[in-house]
């Protein structure tokens, strides 16, 4: 199971944003009242729908030579539901060098959007956007979870617990006719991902994922947003590629494990029976399920590109997307300093493997908790390790950049470089020196290095 890091659970087997446009927001009588089941809140709080709500008025994004690659997706806690002068210092830790930013459309920050059919409430989802656009994001939505009443339950009431469950067949056209009601409500909101992680699509009787079903509800989904606007980019299958550290029958092993078949195949079908798609979608960890971090941290990265070469190569083409991806379990005791030398390497792997998108997941938790790897410390506004790293990454490795190889004369020292920036990272816990570029450095244990090269 990918490390939930305060997220989502993945139900499985044990084997593994301009002028809106007002009509959107349909009116709602203003006695209409919903009951809401949702973590910190009493259970059976009347929560009330306001009759009618205007689309926020959020400027067109930066427009950006190339596409920058790199990006966060905002959770539960983010700068947006900070005091003033820490929202202010976390949208400009993310704006200085604009970042692709994702925000689901419910649940990880949004309430339930359309509590009742046709009855919609976008108000933490507004939020969220306009925090995005303040920080200068290009934004994207992933466009899950789906509202109680489309899966099995009661109308005007949110089960919490119900989130990760994928609406009913017969609900598919409902889910959507909402994606495309969010997709006229942000304008400016121009990449959508279709669902979460095949939530509720596995099929326990078969042993495997319902990709027929996913698919079903991917391509009503692709019609409805690409009516709204043929030039909206969608992709899917967003499903989770898990790796063991042995086992058989799969195309797709390295020196850092074996992909489950399963997951393979689930996003074949996807792509042999989709109706279209601008990109194609994954997330997963470079740990193995059966046996963690195998063989070790910075070796298990090759998954990285090794997926992503085999999804290029499968898809004809189409863009990578790394929704999330993950590099350490639950409750590591890594330095900070080791963390962020082994995701650094992690995004030196997407880099290499041509990933047009890689998306880091969760950069801010709640106040009082442990945040290793967070962006910025909560409360507070302080800018964290990670952060330095995703902007360097975003400013000199973007999708368009072309690489240039430069060779570490220690295999221990890794290096990324392009024609007028290279980085290197130690990836030991002792001193390393080696010749990068031509010249003699030493970085200190799990240190990363910025250098310019000669060609700037």
Sequence with gaps: MIPTNGRHQRRRSSWPVALGA???ALALLVGIIVMSVKPGRPRGQVVAIPPAQPAPVVAKPPATEDWPRWGVTHTEFSGDAERDDVADAASHILSRVPLVQNQHIMGWGADNPEPVPGGYDFRNLDRRIEFMAGSQALPVITLCCAPDWMKGGTEGRTDWNALEAAPERENFDDFAKLAATV???YPTVEHFMVWNEFKGFWNPSANRWDAEAYTELYNKVYTALKGVNKNIKVGGPYIPIVSNKSGGGSELQGAWGVVDQRDLDAVEYWIAHKKGADFIVVDGASMTKDAGVYPDEFTALGKFSAVTT?????????????AEWYVAPDNTDWTEERRTAVQTVAMMEFAT???????????????GQDCSGCLWRPGEGDELPMAGVLSGFTKWFPAGVPLVTVTSSNPRVRVLAQERQLVMVNTTDADATATVDGKEVTLKPYEIKWSERGGA
Excluded: D, H
């Design 183 to 185: 997709a006229r409500r």
């Design 353 to 367: 493997g041509g990933a047009t998108t890689a998306l880091y997941w969760n950069p801010q938790r709640k106040e």
């Design 22 to 24: 007002g009509v959107v």
């Design 310 to 322: 085999w999804l290029r190569q499968k898809s004809g083409g189409l863009p990578v997307w790394w």
